[in-house]
């Protein structure tokens, strides 16, 4: 047996109904009140949104980095059969990366809590946008439910926020 194992480990399967986590604390925001039409109208799935306390941003799930913007403020992670958006302030991708700092690569696994990308919320605050952390089920409809588990208040990075049900 070798020393060292140089194999990708795989995340643990997908065990439903699934539950996600927030990927940072903050005050939680239900999706019909979320400031931008395309996530509060469910156009990219259904979403909760979080007012950050802080930019630590972190995997809400065990899964594999499917999509890394070059912006560096939206990460996709593919859990199995869902697909979930951890996106970085709303129409922060004008700011061209200004502010945000990407923590994981493409194809890369992660496990529940581990940092995905870090924001600045000072510069996008001051720069004029939104800092509210959107994470969305973008394959919602593949799914027999996708629903929060929260209605409002504050919740720490971790704390279960979604739950998808087959």
Same mark, same amino acid.
């Given at each position: 047996?070798?020393? !060292?194992? +140089? ?7 997908? $065990? ?11 005050? !939680? ?27 630590? @941003?972190?995997?809400? @799930? ?21 697909? @979930? ?51 969305? $089920?973008?394959?919602?409809?593949? +799914? ?23």
């Amino acid at each position: 047996m070798p020393l !060292f194992s +140089f194999t990708k480990k795989e995340p643990a399967p997908v $065990v439903f109904p699934a539950e996600l986590s927030s990927p940072v604390s903050g005050d !939680f925001i239900p999706m019909s009140a979320l400031k931008d039409e395309a996530f509060s109208g469910g156009a990219l799935g259904q979403c909760i949104g979080i007012k950050p306390e802080d930019g630590n @941003i972190v995997a809400p @799930i065990d899964g594999i980095v499917s999509e890394v913007t070059e912006t560096a403020h939206a990460v996709v992670i593919k859990a199995g059969e869902i697909e @979930i958006l951890v996106h970085a302030g709303i129409h922060t991708v004008n700011m061209k990366g200004e502010g945000f700092k990407n923590r994981v690569k493409l194809d890369q696994v992660v496990r529940r809590g581990e940092p995905l990308l870090t924001m600045d919320l000072w510069k996008v605050r001051n720069s004029g946008y939104d800092d509210t952390v959107i994470m969305a $089920v973008s394959n919602s409809k593949d +799914f027999a439910k996708v629903e929060a588990l929260v209605k409002g208040g504050k919740v720490k990075a971790g704390d279960g926020v979604l739950k998808v049900s087959k």
